[in-house]
């Protein structure tokens, strides 16, 4: 019971900042034009920050059984995700064709980003998982940039390869090179005197942009779905609520506990899967269902029901999880 407490405190702040966000919009402190520039600035500065803090120095690290098995995981788990919503959704009564695509993409893509990342500083403060989770993230990143704009349109689309170079990859692939090759302990301990200072001051810097990225980006989602909530009735299309609830958040968490309980991954892993387990659909994808001209209704009844409804199914999966792999 301690430990649910513990979840349940880890998770509702979540929520707490999610309502922040809503009211900051229906204020109108926060409008579409501050969230543009705002995220510009999480995808361009913090976030990039705060992935190149969590990882130099990470032990976890170090060697390369997190940096090979991390993303793999983090591929299969979207894979998993993308192939059981487009082939169980017409038990839904999706439509085939552009309809179940758009389903697929937006249920079978999890929030992997800034929720699992305060849960998990949350529940796991003085630990390593955070640079795992960015390292699982790549494969992730890898499946949504390809397959995932495959099943939404039908095809890849232009440029869709620069969003594997973007500033939060970057500062991925920097952690990784500063930590594996051994820069980072050099400039840290054996470099001259003005090196090592002038490191240790970057660094210091870094992480104090990175420290903004969370709170941030919880904010500013949920000023988006304050947007999308109003213009939504739930109770229409029951249909894509129940089929995201469902498949989300009840039948895809199995596979996944699965992976964390029965795979031959570090306990680091087996936490970070367990953690993006329990996660609703992401925001991000109904962002780009609407930019690519599919379904927006579809998308955004699988994001607002399935972050609703994870209030009490998220420390329920990680309870679960946790117990399985003690």
Not at 75 to 80: H, K, N
Not at 177 to 182: A, D, I, R, Y
Not at 210 to 237: E, H, M
Request: some cysteine; glycine content about 10%; overall charge positive.
């Amino acid at each position: 019971m301690n430990l649910f407490a513990t979840i349940l405190q880890a998770t509702a702040p979540v929520f707490g900042l999610l309502l922040v966000g809503a009211f900051f919009r229906s204020r109108n402190w926060l409008n579409p034009d501050t969230d543009q520039r705002i995220m510009q600035l999480l995808l361009n500065v913090f976030y990039p920050a705060l992935i190149v803090t969590s990882i130099i120095g990470n032990k976890a690290l170090s060697t390369g059984g997190n940096v090979i098995a991390a993303p793999i995981i983090g591929a299969v788990t979207i894979l998993l995700g993308l192939f059981f919503c487009l082939k169980l959704s017409p038990l839904f009564g999706m439509k085939l064709g552009s309809d179940q695509r758009t389903f697929a993409f937006s249920a079978g893509i999890y929030n992997y980003g800034y929720t699992p990342i305060y849960l998990i500083q949350s529940l796991y403060p003085d630990s390593d998982m955070i640079g795992v989770l960015f390292v699982h993230n790549l494969g992730v990143e890898l499946v949504f940039w390809s397959i995932g704009i495959l099943i939404l349109t039908g095809g890849l689309g232009k440029n869709w390869a620069k969003k594997l170079l973007s500033p939060p990859l970057l500062g991925l692939f920097l952690g990784l090179f500063m930590n594996l090759s051994g820069l980072h302990s050099w400039l840290s301990g054996d470099a001259p005197v003005l090196f090592s200072a002038s490191y240790k001051v970057g660094c210091q810097i870094v992480s104090a942009l990175g420290g903004c990225a969370v709170t941030l980006g919880i904010v500013v989602c949920g000023s988006s779905l304050w947007d999308a909530a109003k213009s939504t009735c739930l109770w229409k299309q029951l249909n894509v609520s129940l089929a995201a609830c469902v498949l989300r958040l009840g039948l895809l968490p199995l596979f996944f506990l699965a992976i964390a309980v029965w795979a031959p991954i570090s306990h680091e892993l087996k936490v970070v899967v367990i953690i993006q387990a329990a996660m609703p659909s992401a925001l991000f994808p109904f962002v780009l269902i609407r930019y690519y001209g599919a379904n927006s209704d579809i998308g955004l009844r699988t994001v607002l029901s399935t972050t609703l409804v994870s209030l009490i199914t998220i420390p329920l999966w990680i309870l679960l999880g946790l117990w399985l792999i003690a």
